[in-house]
Structures are given as structure tokens and as C-alpha cells.
């Protein structure tokens, strides 16, 4: 109970410090809405009338507070932007993102832990050299590039995927698919490593030894020691997922948001900023706990600590 | 046992995405659908509110006014029939036809009135500056308009066809998200960052019902994956791709391009306010050393039209094409009037906006050019806020390269380099050319013409800015969409289109 109400109140912590730092980079940053908004067309009487309409007259601190109150009572604001409320645009961009990251996590797990396996259990095999050399090029690929590549095969050239926008399911396979091949290509190394140790281990000999079938050894054995580290790094990749999948939404056209947040900054549209940087930390938090929550199951050792 | 269950799992998964795959590719069939790839959300779909390029080529087929520009750059009626203007060009009667709005209400003269005297109200609208050369607009009866102004003020019928000029209904309300106009389509649904849903709206007063009954405006920022989707029929239309795309869409036979100057007016700012750019002969020799062939193939890809003056060619009634012949590419006249004011090794600050690569590249050749006659140009390249911030709003800078976008009237392009015009970044003085600016708005016809070749005659032999190229816009459409129409203003005529 303690561990929770003390996870809950860093958190609470965490949030506000985190929305205060962006308030004010956002603020020492040169332009500003009005300015933006108006571009070359503006002048200084429009420009003073569309500061005081937008509030922007006032002092940052007593911006900062008028937003952090409507945001305790559950009131984001409205957007500089797109001149609409900012919590449906948040909840509209969410499930892109969040599916996005998952699926992401979730197809470099697929695609890693079998083919770690391999390399561990075959180890010093061609099957093992192969796979590592293809690691090497899966981790200085960058997503966006994939993207393209993905893009250019799945959906020009064989026709079976749309290359961009939002339209169904399908629309997230090619992003999932570029975000997965770079982070599998760690993970690859991180199970083979992993499962490589375990194996080492005077327990493997001994559950061996007692006649266990190799299935048995690697799963009910290595394998459920190596998740730990397994869970650890994809986790991380998870909370990185969660904050930064802006270039491969760009790339794809994906309503997520990454693609909202750089709209918003690009027109230092600070209420939707802030809006979405809060989104985004409790997120990370939220998945972070979670991920403390799934370690500590998976190692008791960790517990009395 | 367990190694099969995986094997099972992935068989599923791999089922599963097959079967989205091909619902995915069979759903883009409907014919009276029209897909256009777009790169940004509008800003608000409230005329007293917008400001954005991004907003005026959707609304276009939404809202309407009086009266609408016509592709060859004209004033034709659109909620007006016809107009009669008095003699002492102060006077404008409209004559309203039949019409409705989406919410099925017939339009009005209160309507009209309402929405015009919300435009020119400083309090209500961005735009009002536009308007205040109107003293009052008033109804005669149920279907004539007038508008008095102050004095004679020529651009007026232009201003007109700006979005901040539509009409809605009197009573509307939260038309930022939700519009209400005339025009042949309207907004179904609006979800940015994905797409803006408009459907053919059947009681257009022409009577004429448009081929598409829905167009989806998708944004997708990025040209490469836009590209992508026109090739694979995700979308029928590209407006206003950039000219470095060209080699990816050309000689493709299921594609047609139309391209056609935007009517924008590329620049080399010179703040003339500078202490060694104050001097007339620096100036002229940067004019002088600028070659524009060059920079059009080098940054454009060939896709633009030179020009010399503040207008574009685009508007061929007003651009003044003798000034193209004032102050030639001559990199040894350059260099004479350089040592002729005793500058050596002048250094000047080039800040580029980071947000538009055809001005950057630009910049980054006309740097080039100008070391070439001794100039030392130091490349400062910033975001777009930045950029607004230092350059356009405190004039904090030597050199620049931006784009102006133009519009149908020469007042709005040319008045900005007016002495103590607030837009006149570019620090620009001269009595001569401020007093023409003034004399363009009372005068018309020829007269009106010659005004405003004098004024570009001065200003390029001023060196008010270096003026370089209208970029071409190059719109690709699937090629069996037919109808498209190049219009010298930003807007999309989704109207005419058909297949």
C-alpha cells in the first residue's frame, strides 16, 4: 500500500514538473500563435488584437496556472490550431499511437524471440552468424527509411497494403512492421544473450540431466529467466514507442500523436502541446509502473529489494 | 505440442493481416468519389477567423460571396447576378439571386449584410483591414446589396472574393468546425489530422450538380508516401505538388500534370534599412549578380517563370514585363558598383526559413552568386516561427529569401512596400513610388495600368527586393480526371471536376 501511494505521488510529481518545463521551453521559444498565425500578411495592430484574444498578454506564470487549473478540473482547453477542444483530438490520436507502439513491441517480440532462441540453442552455427550479420543492418536502418522501403514494395509494387493515411487495420501493418524490424534486431541480440546465459547455468545441467526434453529445458527453463531481461528492454522500447513515433506517422499519415504534436509545436500552439505532453508522460509513467509491476512477478529476487 | 501452438499463432496472425490487407484494397473503388491528398489540417472554417492558404483552397468549394474569381484571374457573380457601380465609384449595387444555404434556409440581403459588416469589424474579423474602405452596407428590399465607400477604392470586387468575404446565415454559430454557406459542397465531417469529408450539395443555385458526391481532403504530410497513393489510386489528386517530385509523376501514363504559375512572388529580401544595404549601388549590385536561370534549374527544377517585379507574370494584365531589362544579370557591372561605393569584403547574414527547402536552396545559390563578385554571404537557417519572429516582425536581418503569395487585385501585392506599411519588411522607402500606390486605388482602366507599371519600375530599379521566380504548381491528377482548373488563387475547384 505504502509502495503504492508513493508510486502515486511521484507520479503526480513527475506530471508536474514535466508539464512546467514544457510550458516555459515552449514559451522562451521566438514566435508565437499570433505571429504564426498571421504570417507574412500580419501587422502589428492584428497582431496585438489576436495576442489579447488568445491570452497571450498575460504573464507566463499566470498562463501557466490558468492552464494547470483547468487541467485539475479535467478542462484542456481549447486549440490555437485547429480552433476546436483539445480532449477529442486527443482522444482521437490516442488509439493510433498507442495500437501503433503495441503492435510495434509486439511484432519485434514475435519476430525475436524465436529467432534468439535459434541462435542460442545453435550456437556458432551459420543460422547464428546469418542472423546476427542481418542484426547489424536491422539496427542502423532507420524506421522512416524502412518505411519508405515498405511502402514502395508492399504497396506500389505488389498492391497489397495501403501505403498512407488511416482507413483500416491494415493502414497500421506497414508503420508496425517499420517500427518492429529495427527494435527485433535488438531484441534478437538481447534473448539470444540472455537465453545464451541461462543455458550456461548449473540449473540447465541439472534439469538435463534429469532427462527434461529440450523444449522443456529451453522453455519451462532458460527461457522464463531470460524474460526478465527480455521484459526490461521492451518495455523501454515501449515507453520510447509512446513518445516518438512522429516520423513514421509522418511517413504513413497517421492521425497519431506524434503527428498532433508536431503540428502543435510547429505553430506553438502551447494549450495542445501540453495537453499532449501530459498525455504522453502519463503514459510512459503508466507503462513504466506496469512494466516494475511484470518484473517483479517475473523475479521475486527484485521484491526485497 | 507447444512449438505447434506458436506455429498455429502465426499462421492466424499472418491470415488475419491478409484478410485486412484485402479489405483494405478493395474499399477505394467508388466512382463518385474523389480522394485529394492535402498536407495540412485547415486552421477554422470561420471566414471572420481564417487566415490559412490551407483553408481558402477547401472552403472554396463551400462558402461563396457576391462574387468569385474565375480562373483567368477575373471577378464573376456568384450569390450576385449582377452589380452596378456608380459613377463616382463609390456606390456598388449587387443583385442577389435565388439562393440556399446548406441548412436549407434561402439567403437573404440581412444574410449578405450581416456577413459583410462582420468582415470589416476590426473586432471580429483578421481580415477587416481589407475592408475599410467601406463606410456602410445596407439592403434595398429583399434582394439588392450596396456597399458605400469612402472613396473610390478599386480592389474592392477583388477583396470581395476572398473567403473573408463569404456569406452565412445570420444566425450561424461555431462555424470554425461546423460551415455554413452556398456553395456546391459541404462539410460533412471534419477529423483532423485524417481527412475533411465534403458531400455535393444539391440545391446550388446553378442548378448544376457536380460529378463527385463525395470528396475526401486526406492529409498526408508527406509528398513521398501522397506520391505513393496517387500511384496505387488511394488517391485521386495531388494539388500543388512541389517541383522536386516531378522526375516521380512524370511519364507515368495513368497520371496528367497541370502545371501552372502560383502567383507567388519569390524574393531576395535586402533590408534596405541596413547601414551598407542603405546604399543604392549595393543593392543594384546584388540585383546585378543574380542569376535567375541558374537558380530556377538549380532549386526549382526548371518548374518556375523568372520575373523581376513585385507582381507575378501570372497577373499578365498588371506585370510590368519592361522591367526585366532595368537591371540585367551583369556580375562585371556588379562588381564595378561595388568598388564604386569602396565596400571590400562586405559580409552579410542570409536567414533562411528552414520550413520551405525552395526558398533555402534558393538562398543557398544566391550566396553562391554573390561571393562571386566579393560578396560574403554567412547562411543563418531557422525555423518558421523563428523566422516570422526575427525577420518579418522586428526586421532584424541583411538578406532573405521568402515567398508572397499574390492575389487578384496588384494593390494587395504592391502596397506592402509602402514607407510606413506595417508589412513592409524589406524597409523599403520612396515618396515617388508611396504616392503611386495611393493614385492605383482611385483610378481604373488604362489609367490604373499605367500607375502600376511606373510603381514596378521603380521599385525594381530601387532594389526594393530582389524578385526572382514564380514557382510553378504542379497538380497531378489521376489521368481520368478531367475538368481540373488552374486557378491564380489558392483554391481547389472540385466542382468542375469529372471522370
Redesign the interface.
Known sequence: MRYLRDRIISFAATLLLISAVTFFAVNV????PA?????????????A??RQELGLNQPVLIRFAGWLTGMLRGDLGRSI????DIAP?IK??LPVTLLLAVSGVGLAL?ISI?IGIGCAVRHGSLFETLSLVMTQFGMALPSFWLG?LL??LF??RL?????????????L?LPALALALPRAAVLIRVVRGSVLDALNQDYIRTARSKGLPQ?MVL?KHALKNAAVSIAAVSGVQLTQLLGGTIVIE????L??LG??LL?AA?M?DLPLVQGLVVTSAALILAVNFGLDLVLLSLDPRLRYE | M??NN?LKT?IT?VML??A??????T??ADDDVLNIAVP??P??F?PT?S??AATAEIAFNIYEGLVKSTPEGKVAGALASHWEIDPSQTVYTFYLREAYFHDGSPVTADDVVNALNRARD??IS?RA?NYQAIASVYSLGDNRVVIELKEPYAPLLYELTELAAAVYPKAASGL??RPIGTGPYMLEEW?????IKLVRFDRHWSGQKPFFREVYF?????Y???V??L??G?IDLIPRLEASFLHQVENVPQLTIHAAPMNVVQLLAVNNARPALSDLRIRQAIAMAINRDQIIIGAAWGQAEKLHTGLSPAMPEFYNTDTADLLPYDPARAQALLSEAGYSNLELTMTLPS?YPLHVQTGEIIADQLRRIGINVKIEIV????????V??QRDYDLSV?G??GKLDPHTSLSRYVST???N?TNYRNPEFDRLIDEGIRVSGPERKAVYDQAQEIMTKDVAAVFIMDPMQLNVLDAQIKGWLNYPVYVIDVAALYK
Do not use: C, H
Open positions: 521559444l521566438p514566435g508565437d505571429l504564426l498565425i498571421l504570417g507574412t500578411e500580419g501587422d502589428p495592430e492584428r497582431l488584437s489576436l490550431r485547429y480552433s476546436v483530438l482521437n490520436a514475435l524465436p519508405l511502402i514502395n504497396a506500389l498492391g497489397i497494403l495501403p501505403p498512407a493515411g488511416y482507413t483500416s487495420g491494415a493502414s501493418i523444449y522453455y509522418q511517413v504513413f499519415g492521425p497519431g503527428q498532433l503540428a510547429l506553438r | 507447444q512449438v506458436t502465426m496472425i493481416v491478409l485486412l490487407a484485402g479489405g483494405a484494397t474499399a477505394a495540412t489540417d486552421d477554422s470561420d477567423r487566415v490559412a476590426p473586432q483578421q483591414g470554425a468546425s477529423r483532423p489530422n485524417q481527412y486526406r492529409i498526408i504530410p508527406d513521398n508516401s501522397a505513393i497513393s500511384k496505387t488511394n520550413a525555423e518558421w516561427g523563428t523566422w516570422l519572429e526575427k518579418y516582425n521568402v508572397l503569395t506599411n506595417s508589412r519588411f
